[in-house]
């Protein structure tokens, strides 16, 4: 038996062992996404691509959960741990029955290139959907619970997570490929790094992702600081680069001049396995003394030592008999409905909701989203075996008549392709006109918001101009509201969106939800489920009022740094219910915050206790405060919670401007509430936030 067969040995050593019998050839063989299979060495072809954002996609059926900023809206790790183990298990399944049929292409591995943990700096970006939102604590917790999902606990991987883009990385997409991300080493320590850091220390996962911009004058994908900051975070996993980024080198950074001299930078500074084509001249330019062969062995080593923690060698009894069985499962399609539910974020609510059905006998669904399915998946899906779209939902869940009238295009000036301006405007107004209550589905899809469209990507997609909608939909709306009728806007975006419903009696915000989005609608709507999520970006007013896109500050950015111009905050999010906070207190010898929450109200309902620490006395503090801990909880009526929540040593500490980490200060004020502690999230909520003083000794 040759060592790398030996299964008492390491994966890593037996990795050594494997590369060491390769030739120059095989081994660079094994550097590019779509790795060839050596016959000789019993190594099968393998392809290092696939995706599971939120849900496996590209590869077929699976389950579809709410797209990453929904599940972000959650506030809650624990849930998404069980969404991420699904999403293993049903790659599990569909790479089994792959393996079974021979097919060993894109997107049908065990390498996730999930999740994404950018931070969602600027409501313009098309990506953020993506990510899970503002705060780098928040992105932080979430992501290390999405890779111990995807990775599980034992002895081989069930799947390998890959945190992404690394790093500062978040728009705009027009020019990301030449784009240099200019960023403090206070901005880079205090926001764009952390959740990084905390992913490779503590979730130790097993991949990372270059970007495809610059950073501060170096490629992401070949940055010495960034490789530098791994090396110093003791990653052990290995390094991929975003698709066809290495190009980027002498196409557009122009920090090379051929493809050889692009591939040699690259596998020099890091990149192990190149998602892209330009790793098929690494063999020439190795040749041509552009880079060491050693590189080359670091790189495959690193590669092969993956695919033995994922037992691709020798398989695995417990994920090999995971069945197909398991794939778009009845319980797994149940879990993103409930994810669904906890994720939408009611904005607005004057008493219509929840819908009084003895009351209401006719229901108008009005709007481009309320028939689309594109409004469930965002972008990054899987193909769902059914979905239940807005429309559908509230059909099935009212006894009454529903009408329906799509009203505008998404974004076009007409519904038909001869047809005139707002040829659906007259139908959205008799449809409203025989109905008690309107439900007004409006909002984008990935097709308008998303990635930019180059190769790989499903939709030539992108930034979004502003903050409000399309004018044809906003235009539907404002023509529904004079009508008068008692009214909710239902919005599907990943991103922040300001319908312009002044005159709305309630505004839904419901990301893009999954296929089970509209049975989690319904649910809401009819009180069956209160609405609970919370909004993990903060809602600005104005786009003209930002900081300009490219610019990557965060001076009035996020809750963190916001002076004004903000519509609805960060944390927010109401319930059909009230709770009150009390007997909150602080415990320094154990880090534990306690605190007691009461449901005043007359539903049962989750909620969401958030954390902030405000430092009193450093000048590096950030302007207002930062999240330090939140938990979800579940209250039945008149039900009275004793919770307790851990509050990190970091809740203390400042950065300062040299980008180093450290407590500077002795007193510190801590807020427990359902909310920040902001006035205006207290007074939109009804709800005021405690806080408690802290001085450490």
Known sequence: MEKYQDKALTPKERA??????????????????????????????????????????????????????????????????????????????????????????IYKGLTMWSPNINIFRDPRWGRGQETYGE???????????????????????????????????????????EFDAIATPKDLSETYLPAFEALVKEAHVESVMGAYNRVNGEAACASEFLTGKLEAWGFNGHFVSDCWAIRDFHTKHLITNTVEESAA????????????????????????????????????VKLMTTRFKLGLFDGNPEYDAIGFDQVSSSAHKKLSQECAEKSIVLLKNNGLLPIKRDQIKTIGVIGPNAASIDALRGNYFGTGDEYTTFLKGIQERFEGRVYYAEGSHLFKDSLQPLGEYGDGYAEAKAVAAHSDLVVLCVGLDATIEGEEGDTGNAFAAGDKNDLFLPKVQQELVDIVLELNKPTVIVVSAGSAINPKGDKADAILHAWYPGQMGGKALANILFGDVSPSGKLPVTFYEDVELLPDFEDYSMTNRTYRYAENNVLYPFGYGLTYSKVNISDLSYDPHTSIASLSIENLGDYETDEVIQLYMKDLESIEAVRNYNLCGFKRVHLKRDEIVKMELLVPRSAFEVVDQKGDRAVQSNKFRLFAGVSQPDELSQRLSGIPVKSFEIVLK
């Open 265 to 300: 930078l690259a596998l020099r500074l890091g990149v192990d396995c190149n998602c892209g084509d330009s790793y098929y001249y690494l063999l020439s330019a190795i040749k041509a003394g552009l880079v060491s062969e050693d590189y080359a062995t670091e790189s495959a």
């Open 16 to 105: 050594i062992d494997l590369v060491s019998r390769m030739t120059l050839e095989e081994k660079v063989s094994q550097l590019s996404y779509n790795a060839s299979a050596i016959e000789r060495l019993g190594v099968p072809a393998y392809n290092w691509w696939n995706e599971s954002l939120h849900g496996v996609a590209r590869a077929g059926t699976a389950t579809m959960f709410p797209q990453a900023i929904g599940l972000a809206a959650m506030f809650d790790d624990e849930k998404l741990l069980e969404v991420a183990e699904v999403c293993a298990t049903e790659a599990r399944g569909k790479f089994n029955q792959s393996q079974k049929y021979g097919d060993t292409g």
């Open 135 to 177: 705060c780098p604590f928040l992105t932080a917790r979430l992501g290390i619970a999405f890779v111990n999902g995807l990775q599980g606990n034992a002895e081989n991987l069930k799947t390998a997570a890959c945190a992404k883009h690394f790093a500062v990385h978040s728009g705009p997409e027009g020019i990301r490929h």
